[in-house]
């Protein structure tokens, strides 16, 4: 086995490596530390280690009760995968895979052209596309689109910006509708 130049010179320490690495850079100085790297290699120091932590757990091998994480915090993930499905989120995303199973039915049945294919398409596609359209707009929960996706990316700011907007937008429409309205009453009136 080859042996590298710091095994086999043990009185190397940080000036000769800086000097063999092409001088004494003052800017190494602090950077290379004096290690003894037998004890290094070996873990001289590893028993004295295990010996100070209280949480060290001899181990058992015919114990199957045996953790060797015991005590050290929880390790269990405590979120439901219902719940995470079942929220606005979740279904939007679950509306949307059924979407694409039934773009994938329509696909299959265009090129396939046999008539369990059309009729599996003519199943599956209507709802799944009506299910998505569904979905997608109670995610958007009558905000723009724009403003669901800025606040999912975490640009509040920007979101908040948009969403005033189209709500100044939605109140122009608005009152342009009540002046038509009452523009129409008046032309009813005076005729």
Same mark, same amino acid.
């Given at each position: 086995?080859?042996?590298?130049?710091?095994?086999?010179?043990?009185?190397?320490?940080?000036?000769?490596?800086?000097?063999?690495?092409?001088?004494?850079?003052?800017?190494?100085?602090?950077?290379?530390?004096?290690?003894?790297?037998?004890?290094?290699?070996?873990?001289?120091?590893?028993?004295?280690?295990?010996?100070?932590?209280?949480?060290?757990?001899?181990?058992?091998?015919?114990?199957?009760?045996?953790?060797?994480?015991?005590?050290?915090?929880?390790? #269990?993930?405590? *979120? $439901?995968?219902?719940? +995470? %499905?079942?929220?606005? !989120?979740?279904?939007? &995303?679950?509306? /949307? @895979?059924?979407?694409? #199973?039934?773009? *994938? $039915?329509?696909?299959? +049945? %265009?090129?396939?052209? !046999?008539?369990?294919? &059309?009729?599996? /398409? @003519?199943?599956?596609?209507?709802?799944?596309?009506?299910?998505?359209?569904?979905?997608?707009?109670?995610?958007?929960?009558?905000?723009?689109?724009?403003?669901?996706?800025?606040?999912?990316?975490?640009?509040?700011?920007?979101?908040?910006?948009?969403?005033?907007?189209?709500?100044?937008?939605?109140?122009?429409?608005?009152?342009?509708?009540?002046?038509?309205?009452?523009?129409?009453?008046?032309?009813?009136?005076?005729?």
């Amino acid at each position: 086995m080859k042996r590298s130049r710091l095994q086999s010179d043990p009185d190397l320490d940080a000036s000769k490596l800086g000097s063999s690495l092409g001088g004494t850079d003052p800017a190494l100085d602090d950077t290379v530390a004096d290690v003894d790297v037998d004890e290094a290699l070996t873990g001289a120091d590893a028993d004295a280690l295990e010996d100070e932590d209280p949480r060290h757990v001899a181990y058992d091998e015919d114990d199957p009760g045996f953790d060797p994480e015991a005590g050290r915090g929880s390790i #269990a993930n405590k *979120t $439901s995968i219902s719940g +995470a %499905v079942l929220n606005e !989120s979740g279904l939007f &995303i679950l509306g /949307a @895979i059924a979407a694409l #199973a039934g773009l *994938t $039915s329509v696909i299959f +049945a %265009v090129f396939m052209q !046999s008539r369990p294919y &059309i009729i599996a /398409a @003519i199943v599956i596609a209507p709802p799944a596309f009506i299910w998505f359209i569904l979905r997608w707009r109670k995610w958007l929960g009558r905000a723009p689109y724009l403003y669901r996706l800025l606040s999912s990316l975490g640009e509040r700011e920007d979101a908040e910006d948009v969403l005033e907007q189209h709500v100044q937008k939605k109140e122009a429409k608005i009152r342009n509708k009540i002046a038509k309205l009452e523009a129409q009453q008046a032309t009813a009136r005076e005729g």
